[in-house]
């Protein structure tokens, strides 16, 4: 009797830029879903998440239905929203509990129309600290609005959000600038006047934020035992996270789009 292989198997990601996989002039700024593939084996991760996009914006400007043209029965779609959606942008801000979760669903309805799996995670948590070094929890309610999707709608959740807050109440305001953006004038060339940036992770704090949904994704048997890698190793180098030449990525966030007939 032969071998049986398995189909191989496609990790679909839609999300804004906490997710996105990060151009390298913009290095070393990373999105946790840059440094997934780390910790996965004979999985192909295709990282569609986008800077500036919300839930509202990732669907009506096509980037759903790439995904879901390209989508095949057994793939993952991990839908993660809220840091954009919040804002009060033309074509971006949804309200909680009404567009946001209608949007969330057409991610997790079109998913499941093609028999993939979706799977919602909450992003993670801004380092706001206030004068005593208590973090703040800028998200406000969408990680909650996510949740209830959820709960009703029997999507499994990744509750990214509520993990960040424990650990960046944890490292407190001093360390977790080295998990955020933050740089000295002179100590990184693409930033030469330095950067404080409390809302985008560097390569360290990716691959925190990449460790613990790859482990849910295992630990909750979303993905099988041996599709996993280097989750109980220590320390995973920030070189090992590869960054998009800029013409690259151009060309990715050019093409990964349809357009949508109204």
Same mark, same amino acid.
């Given at each position: 009797?032969?071998?049986?292989? %398995?189909?191989?198997?496609?990790?679909? &990601?839609?999300?804004? #830029? #906490?997710?996105?996989?990060?151009?390298?002039?913009?290095?070393?700024?990373?999105?946790?879903?840059?440094?997934?593939? +780390?910790?996965?084996?004979?999985?192909?991760?295709?990282?569609?998440?986008?800077?500036?996009?919300?839930?509202? #914006?990732?669907?009506?400007?096509?980037?759903?239905?790439?995904?879901?043209?390209? @989508?095949?029965?057994?793939?993952?779609? +991990?839908?993660?929203?809220?840091?954009?959606?919040? *804002?009060?942008?033309?074509?971006?801000? @949804?309200?909680?509990? !009404?567009?946001?979760?209608?949007?969330?669903? %057409?991610?997790?309805?079109? $998913?499941?129309?093609?028999?993939?799996?979706?799977? &919602?995670?909450?992003?993670?948590?801004? %380092? $706001?600290?206030?004068?005593?070094?208590?973090?703040?929890?800028?998200?406000? +309610?969408?990680?909650?609005?996510? *949740?209830? /999707?959820?709960?009703?709608?029997?999507?499994?959740?990744?509750?990214?959000?509520?993990?960040?807050?424990?650990?960046?109440?944890?490292?407190?305001?001093?360390? !977790?600038?080295?998990?955020?953006? =933050?740089?000295?004038?002179?100590? =990184?060339?693409?930033?030469?006047?330095?950067? $404080?940036?409390?809302? =985008? +992770?560097?390569?360290?704090?990716?691959?925190?934020?990449?460790?613990?949904?790859?482990?849910?994704?295992?630990?909750?048997?979303?993905?099988?035992?041996? %599709?996993? $890698?280097?989750?109980?190793?220590?320390?995973?180098?920030?070189?090992?996270?590869?960054?998009?030449?800029?013409? /690259?990525?151009?060309?990715?966030?050019? !093409?990964?789009? &349809?357009?949508?007939?109204?």
């Amino acid at each position: 009797m032969g071998v049986v292989r %398995r189909r191989p198997r496609t990790l679909f &990601l839609a999300g804004d #830029s #906490s997710v996105a996989s990060r151009q390298r002039s913009l290095q070393p700024m990373t999105g946790w879903g840059q440094a997934l593939p +780390l910790f996965l084996r004979g999985i192909d991760t295709v990282n569609c998440a986008r800077a500036g996009a919300s839930a509202r #914006s990732f669907v009506e400007r096509g980037r759903l239905g790439w995904i879901l043209r390209e @989508a095949r029965p057994s793939d993952l779609v +991990l839908v993660s929203f809220g840091l954009i959606d919040m *804002k009060h942008a033309v074509g971006r801000f @949804a309200e909680p509990f !009404t567009d946001y979760q209608r949007y969330l669903r %057409r991610c997790v309805g079109g $998913a499941r129309d093609r028999g993939a799996h979706p799977v &919602l995670v909450t992003s993670h948590e801004r %380092r $706001a600290f206030d004068a005593q070094g208590n973090l703040r929890r800028l998200l406000g +309610l969408y990680p909650l609005a996510m *949740k209830e /999707v959820a709960e009703a709608d029997s999507v499994p959740l990744i509750d990214l959000n509520e993990w960040s807050v424990g650990r960046w109440r944890g490292a407190g305001p001093r360390a !977790t600038r080295r998990i955020f953006l =933050h740089l000295e004038p002179g100590e =990184h060339r693409n930033f030469p006047d330095g950067v $404080a940036d409390n809302t =985008h +992770l560097r390569a360290a704090g990716a691959i925190e934020c990449a460790r613990f949904v790859a482990g849910e994704l295992r630990d909750r048997a979303i993905l099988e035992p041996d %599709r996993f $890698a280097r989750l109980d190793s220590p320390d995973v180098p920030e070189d090992s996270v590869e960054w998009l030449e800029d013409h /690259v990525f151009d060309e990715l966030t050019r !093409t990964r789009t &349809l357009e949508v007939v109204t």
